[in-house]
């Protein structure tokens, strides 16, 4: 049967939302994810589909290769700077994307789990995200990464353990530092110079690290009430600091639209924070093991 134009307009805006949410979490970008999903409408009415039966498993075929394609071509893009992310607004529309609907989208998602795939090769992505999150068979998402079947599930599963992370410290333990991590995002995010000075050790140090300095950071501060106050300003107007497991300790990472910007490493004694070291250092970000936390 010769599949008229409108008929796979609408046959494709059923699988549109799938599409896209497929996209978003291979891409972490919902701009990026809105245009995977054009491409892969346009590949489809350039195409002769006379012959699909499947045309959702075509599309997601199609859909896959664009995201690859596109997670491929961002390592010769440039670093997105922090001092530029920051200073955009939160109510800023780029590309005609409501950062609103892409914090909730991310939100849904979970913003740790954006970042931890974000560290991830774009096979071992591509494998955990159709397999684990979208359930599509390991032998028909092998010849997208150009993996056998069983590679591919390897691909896979090596993904899943990074993002589950290898717990380095008790589970009581990570439990009680995501208390404090919370407790202390809460505090900053609602200005409350009080609670945070009860969740700060005295004698806390926040240290930064040289790229954080060359772009006016000081490089170190000491005392309550100094971080309590840098925390504050920060923090208070940053919808996406969230937590993250960073070496198996639970840490605080600065992701906008879950590109990984800026984490800070705690040190928890007696149930204060002790130390923040603030890493920006891109090449030391990438060396980082991050992976999503406990709920």
Same mark, same amino acid.
């Given at each position: 049967?010769i599949?008229?134009?409108?008929?796979?307009?609408?046959?494709?805006?059923?699988?549109?939302?799938?599409?896209?949410?497929?996209?978003?979490?291979?891409?972490?970008?919902?701009?990026?994810?809105?245009?995977?999903?054009?491409?892969?409408?346009?590949?489809?009415?350039?195409?002769?589909?006379?012959?699909?039966?499947?045309?959702?498993?075509?599309?997601?075929?199609? %859909? /896959?290769?664009?995201c690859?394609?596109?997670?491929?071509?961002?390592?010769?893009? @440039? #670093?997105? =700077?922090?001092e *530029?992310? &920051?200073?955009?607004?939160?109510?800023?529309?780029?590309g005609?994307?409501?950062?609103?609907?892409?914090?909730?989208?991310?939100?849904?998602?979970g913003?740790?789990?954006?970042?931890?795939?974000?560290?991830?090769?774009?096979?071992e992505?591509?494998?955990?995200?159709?397999?684990?999150?979208?359930?599509v068979?390991?032998?028909?998402?092998?010849?997208?990464?150009?993996?056998?079947?069983?590679?591919?599930?390897?691909?896979?599963?090596?993904?899943?353990?990074?993002?589950?992370?290898?717990?380095?410290?008790?589970?009581?333990? %990570? /439990?009680?530092?995501?208390?404090?991590?919370?407790?202390?995002?809460?505090?900053? @995010? #609602?200005? =409350?110079?009080? *609670?945070l &000075?009860?969740?700060?050790?005295?004698?806390?140090?926040?240290?930064?690290?040289?790229?954080?300095?060359?772009?006016?950071?000081?490089?170190?501060?000491?005392?309550?009430?100094?971080?309590?106050?840098?925390?504050?300003?920060?923090?208070?107007?940053?919808?996406?600091?969230?937590?993250?497991?960073?070496?198996?300790?639970?840490?605080?990472?600065?992701?906008?639209?879950?590109?990984?910007?800026?984490?800070?490493?705690?040190?928890?004694?007696?149930?204060?924070?002790?130390?923040?070291?603030?890493?920006?250092?891109?090449?030391? %970000?990438?060396?980082?093991?991050?992976?999503?936390?406990?709920?």
């Amino acid at each position: 049967m010769i599949k008229t134009q409108n008929w796979l307009a609408a046959q494709f805006e059923v699988e549109r939302p799938r599409l896209r949410a497929m996209a978003y979490r291979m891409l972490g970008s919902l701009a990026e994810a809105e245009d995977a999903v054009q491409e892969t409408w346009l590949h489809l009415i350039r195409a002769d589909t006379s012959n699909v039966s499947n045309l959702g498993g075509w599309l997601t075929t199609v %859909l /896959a290769r664009i995201c690859l394609n596109m997670l491929h071509a961002r390592k010769s893009r @440039r #670093e997105e =700077s922090l001092e *530029a992310s &920051l200073s955009l607004p939160v109510t800023d529309h780029e590309g005609g994307i409501d950062p609103e609907e892409e914090a909730e989208l991310a939100d849904g998602v979970g913003l740790a789990l954006l970042v931890v795939l974000d560290t991830l090769a774009p096979a071992e992505r591509l494998a955990f995200v159709l397999h684990d999150v979208f359930a599509v068979p390991f032998d028909e998402i092998a010849p997208l990464v150009e993996r056998s079947p069983m590679t591919t599930r390897q691909l896979a599963s090596r993904a899943r353990r990074r993002i589950q992370g290898v717990a380095m410290v008790k589970d009581a333990d %990570l /439990a009680f530092q995501r208390e404090v991590v919370d407790a202390f995002l809460t505090a900053a @995010r #609602e200005g =409350s110079f009080d *609670a945070l &000075l009860t969740i700060l050790d005295p004698d806390i140090v926040f240290r930064a690290d040289h790229v954080a300095v060359s772009r006016g950071a000081v490089r170190e501060v000491c005392g309550a009430q100094a971080v309590a106050r840098g925390a504050r300003q920060i923090l208070e107007r940053i919808p996406f600091a969230q937590p993250v497991l960073v070496d198996g300790a639970v840490g605080i990472v600065i992701a906008p639209r879950g590109r990984l910007l800026l984490l800070l490493r705690l040190t928890i004694r007696d149930g204060k924070i002790a130390t923040i070291d603030a890493i920006t250092d891109p090449e030391h %970000l990438r060396q980082l093991h991050l992976a999503v936390p406990p709920s």
